[in-house]
């Protein structure tokens, strides 16, 4: 009987980096908490197209969006902890959403592990063509000449595009009527159908849209300016103070093998230094920025305390 257990016991030692190594074993499913269209939904299909090319294993992209990301975030957090669910973080989800929500059935630091850090990137503020300010000083003028008048968009309440929004009327001494929205692409649907004035929201949605000369962008939500887009000026240049770097990152659920979850971060930064890869996120204002699980997990714990003061400061609580 002892040897039997002995060597039942080495078997399962056996087992477990095995079935590390030999990760997908099946088709693998990457959790996006937004609608489509977003910039984590446009990062998700990036790691989709080269995962699934890397390892013939079938890699879906599944949005689940509602209550700001948290509910994707969720359903990634309590799926099972072998590499086989994986979820785009978001700030909104991941750094926002526990100060936000009163009642949320997960616990960010509990049930994730981080793979890595994907991409940072500047918030956009950006306005409808039928407005007539072009800087950030002529919008200030232009809202306190209509206070309470200007109707914004944002990809959800509490997200950063929504917080960042608060942070730019609060430090502008303006009133504006917040619209909510369930991802960046119905912001800007929205603004085309000249529903709503102005928007902040992430730069890598909305810069095509600038681009083509839908929407007409005013500045970046950074300390300094994109490279995307070295023209136009940060709010902070005009408000002094003013910061709201948005970020996104890859997650499994905690519990999830180190093997896995290093094997996940290596195919990463692989895929993230492919010249088209690299060229596809610099060109709409994002800066890639792929990191190992440590350092993702120290970045977010220093970026959590940080939005926890801002959604205080807004007083916007969410039951």
Same mark, same amino acid.
């Given at each position: 009987m002892r040897l039997a257990l002995a060597a039942i016991g080495a078997i399962l030692?056996? +087992? =477990?980096?095995?079935?590390?190594?030999?990760w997908p074993q099946r088709p693998v499913t990457i959790v996006v908490p937004f609608a489509p269209g977003g910039s984590a939904d446009q990062l998700a299909r990036i790691l989709q197209q080269h995962m699934q090319a890397q390892f013939g294993t079938p890699f879906i992209v599944e949005n689940r969006s509602g209550a700001g990301g948290s509910i994707g975030t969720g359903f990634a957090a309590k799926a099972a902890a072998d590499g086989h669910t994986l979820l785009v973080g978001t700030v909104s989800s991941i750094a926002i959403n526990a100060f936000l929500y009163s009642k949320l059935n997960f616990d960010v630091a509990r049930d994730l592990q981080p793979i890595s850090l994907l991409v940072r990137f500047p918030n956009l503020l950006f306005v409808n063509p039928r407005v007539p300010a072009r800087t950030v000083p002529e919008l200030i003028d232009y809202l306190r000449s209509n206070q309470g008048k200007v109707n914004y968009g944002s990809s959800g309440n509490g997200t950063s595009s929504h917080l960042s929004s608060v942070m730019? =009327?609060?430090a502008a001494k303006v009133d504006m009527t917040h619209i909510p929205f369930r991802s960046t692409a119905e912001v800007v649907n929205s603004m085309l159908?000249?529903?709503i004035?102005?928007?902040?929201?992430?730069m890598t949605t909305i810069w095509p849209f600038a681009a083509a000369g839908s929407v007409r962008p005013i500045a970046v939500t950074t300390p300094a300016r994109s490279a995307a887009a070295p023209?136009?000026?940060t709010i902070g240049e005009t408000l002094a103070g003013y910061e709201a770097t948005a970020w996104q990152g890859l997650f499994a659920p +905690?519990?999830?093998p180190r093997t896995v979850v290093d094997k996940i971060a290596s195919e990463v930064h692989r895929i993230w230094a492919l010249p088209e890869v690299i060229a596809a996120l610099t060109n709409v204002g994002a800066e890639p920025a792929p990191s190992t699980p /440590?350092?993702?997990? +120290?970045?977010?714990?220093e970026e #959590?305390? #940080?939005?926890? /003061?801002?959604? #205080? +400061?807004s007083g916007i609580k969410i039951e």
């Open positions: 030692c056996l +087992a =477990a980096p095995v079935h590390a190594q030999e730019f =009327a609060l159908g000249e529903n004035d102005l928007g902040i929201d992430s023209e136009l000026p +905690a519990g999830t /440590d350092e993702f997990s +120290a970045y977010i714990a #959590r305390p #940080r939005w926890g /003061d801002v959604v #205080r +400061a």
